[in-house]
């Protein structure tokens, strides 16, 4: 199996910075990545596919960047709804994985 | 706009199996694969198995072969997953969520217990 490791596991930030979390894949996976939110209690949301298309609908102050083993995804200018847990996961090969999850929270 | 409801809580004592549905709409159901997550609490999602809706072809994770079924009904677009022999480390939610995952289910909790 494919293993992702994300960095940091946790995070605190104030409104209005910047964030970067990174995910590392232990063998190649292409740009076949994507990166999902979660808040408490909902499904996750995705917000990056291929690596670095920002789904619709998504605010463009969140973008990803990658490929092959490591990835990166950025949050500019945090915003008070951006506090959640964030997970990126592999397609590439079954079984698809996820990170170990990022929780950002308000300093 | 692309809708996937899924069943209600379930709580299952040690040993029995849990069915759980999803039924979609909103798109062409046999166009995309239909995965199956889970979370446990506390912990992140993980890939439970997935299913072709045209084939009704699977693939599972490892940890669950024998124990997991995933079929479909394309007459009602929906998708189903039976998990048996359960146990208490299957207490989490489950999830459906359609091709690399840009659409979800709701959830549906299920709670092993004595």
């Known amino acids: 199996d494919i293993q992702m490791t994300q960095s940091p596991s946790s995070l605190s930030a104030s409104v209005g910075d910047t964030v970067t979390i990174t995910c590392r894949a232990s063998q190649g996976v292409g740009n076949d990545l994507g990166w999902f939110q979660q808040k408490p209690g909902t499904a996750p949301k995705r917000l990056i596919y291929?690596?670095?298309i920002l789904q619709s609908g998504v605010p463009s102050r969140f973008s990803g960047s990658g490929s092959g083993t490591d990835f990166t995804l950025t949050i500019s200018s945090l915003q008070p709804e951006d506090f959640a847990t964030y997970y990126c996961?592999?397609?590439?090969?079954?079984?698809?994985?996820f990170g170990q999850g990022t929780k950002v929270e308000i300093k | 706009q692309v809708h996937l409801v899924q069943s209600g809580a379930e709580v299952k004592k040690p040993g029995a199996s849990v069915i759980i549905s999803c039924k979609t709409s909103?798109?062409?159901?046999?166009?995309?694969?239909m995965l199956w997550v889970r979370q446990a609490p506390g912990r992140g999602p993980e890939c439970v198995g997935m299913?072709?809706?045209?084939?009704?072809?699977?693939t599972y994770t490892q940890g669950f072969q024998g124990r997991v079924t995933m079929t479909r009904d394309k007459s009602t677009s929906t998708v189903y997953m039976e998990l048996s022999s359960l146990r208490s480390e299957d207490t989490a939610v489950y999830y459906c969520a359609r091709g690399t995952l840009a659409d979800w289910g709701q959830g549906s909790m299920v709670t092993v217990s004595s």
């Open positions: 291929s690596a670095s």
């Open positions: 909103g798109y062409a159901f046999t166009y995309f694969y």
């Open positions: 299913i072709n809706p045209a084939t009704g072809a699977t």
């Open positions: 996961l592999q397609h590439r090969t079954y079984p698809w994985t």
